[in-house]
């Protein structure tokens, strides 16, 4: 995990995310799954935690991971993630956003060859391709894995897709509560935004390598 994570701040910076979890209730099904398909990458991972809240309440979390990748796909990985052991503590603080972001919406990868990334998306995140060419999309539970080719990329976002990459995640669109209020707290706090039909739009920047897309939402 952390050789692979890596590997991608090697050939790509310190920003930007090098891979998309997914959550699981078998990582030892989908590591099995991953072997059989020949997408396995590498050994699976179990780790716990300890975790604090803001009150000073104290609980360990434990993990399982099972990894994903394609032999192209160097820029990228996938990984399912099954809780073994949730932590009771009161997590309220972490979940609340002065923008108002409630949930990820969709997540965006970048692909020069998007059908070539179809058969590796498909067995990690158990879902069929939806579209077809320059734009094709992956439902999950709760959210949009959607994989774009640059220029579908750039026509939809406004903004370059970066270097060439068999598979890269670009972007990231939040759900918020009240899109003006996004608008006016950026523009308070002096960052650059651009409005698209109904997204708004901050493109890639230090400490972030991704675009944010935040989307209103009921």
């Known amino acids: 995990f952390v050789a692979r994570d890596r590997a991608y701040r090697d050939r790509c910076g310190s920003e930007g995310f090098s891979a998309l979890v997914l959550g699981t209730e078998n990582a030892d099904a989908d590591h099995a799954r991953y072997i059989e398909a020949g997408l396995s990458a590498g050994d699976m991972l179990g780790f ?8 000073g309440k104290s609980d360990t979390a434990s993990f399982k991971l099972a990894f994903a990748s394609g032999t192209g796909a160097t820029d990228a990985f996938l990984f399912a993630c099954e809780r073994i052991k949730a932590p009771k503590v009161d997590r309220t603080a972490l979940q609340i956003h002065p923008n108002g972001a409630t949930g990820i919406i969709e997540v965006v990868a970048v692909s020069n060859e ?6 590796l998306i498909s067995i990690a995140t158990r879902s069929p391709a939806t579209g077809q060419g320059s734009s094709t999309a992956f439902g999950l ?13 750039e026509t939809r976002f406004g903004i370059p897709a970066g270097a060439p990459s068999e598979l890269r995640f670009a972007g990231i669109v939040f759900s918020v509560r009240f899109a003006d209020t996004v608008a006016k707290l950026f523009a308070a706090s002096s960052v650059k935004h651009e409005i698209r039909g109904d997204d708004i739009v901050v493109r890639p920047a230090s400490g972030q390598g991704a675009a944010f897309i935040f989307r209103e939402k009921a």
């Open 141 to 153: 539970p709760n959210a949009t894995l959607a994989l774009l080719d640059p220029v579908a990329f």
């Open 48 to 55: 716990s935690r300890a975790f604090t809240d803001s009150a």
């Open 114 to 119: 998007p059908p070539k990334q179809h058969r």
